[in-house]
């Protein structure tokens, strides 16, 4: 070929060396952070993780034929209460890539930096799908219906699975309350979900029976989840 400079084969080097750096740098940054190792999640991929991901719900909706009729106090008129929904958070909480991300985001907000939360990565005996907040909170625990008619899981299969317990949590390994809805991993013997399935549907509807004025009294809404999607590091993680 003859004789090359030096510094041009450098710049040819270079050349073919900088968009292999520069591939890689952004296939990482594409990575979602469920699939990267906790340690390396910054306090973004946390909250994207809680707030942004495939245990957050990929659809929301208020049961559009549900209204509650009640009696105003004060002028004795019958009209429509105010149902609460839309500013509803609800969480795949038995996903143990949710709870770590939760006790990092406490971590954090505590100060301690650079920490990995010791949270259990074994599954957890029960499906368990959690409400965030204390109006919700309110409202299910003083509810006139029996909890386990109105909040169930809608199956793929065109099943449903039914309300096992449910948890009141206003205190302990986190600063957000939260309601836990639990269901049971196994229907007739089988997991109950099947971990590739598209579509899991969580329904929830109910009355306080104690109205307080000009606050939320009533829940009715429903919320999609995709368990082919609930996978962290390739491994389903419902």
Request: with cysteine; charged share 25%; hydrophobic share 40%.
């Amino acid at each position: 070929m003859g004789w090359v400079p030096a510094m041009f084969k450098r710049r040819i080097a270079f050349c073919f060396f900088a968009p292999i750096v520069v591939f890689a740098v952004a296939v990482f940054a594409a990575t979602p952070p469920w699939d990267k190792p906790p340690e390396q999640w910054t306090l973004a991929d946390v909250f994207r993780i809680l707030q942004d991901s495939p245990w957050s719900p990929s659809k929301f909706s208020l049961e559009s034929n549900y209204t509650q009729r009640a009696t105003n106090s004060q002028s004795g008129v019958v009209d429509d209460s105010h149902v609460n929904g839309r500013n509803t958070a609800v969480v795949w909480w038995s996903s143990s890539t949710i709870r770590l991300a939760e006790a990092k985001r406490v971590e954090a907000r505590a100060g301690a930096k650079n920490a990995v939360a010791k949270v259990d990565e074994n599954p957890l005996p029960d499906y368990v799908l959690t409400v965030e907040g204390d109006e919700p909170l309110r409202i299910l625990r003083d509810a006139r219906e029996d909890l386990h008619d109105t909040l169930f899981l809608e199956l793929e299969s065109g099943g449903t699975l039914d309300l096992q317990a449910v948890n009141y949590v206003e205190d302990g390994d986190t600063d957000v309350v939260r309601t836990e809805m639990h269901f049971s991993r196994l229907l007739n013997g089988e997991p109950a979900i099947d971990p590739e399935s598209q579509k899991v549907i969580f329904h929830c509807r109910a009355n306080a029976k104690k109205e307080m004025q000009n606050r939320d009294n009533a829940l009715s809404f429903r919320v999609e989840f995709c368990p082919r999607l609930m996978k962290a590091r390739g491994k389903p993680d419902l």
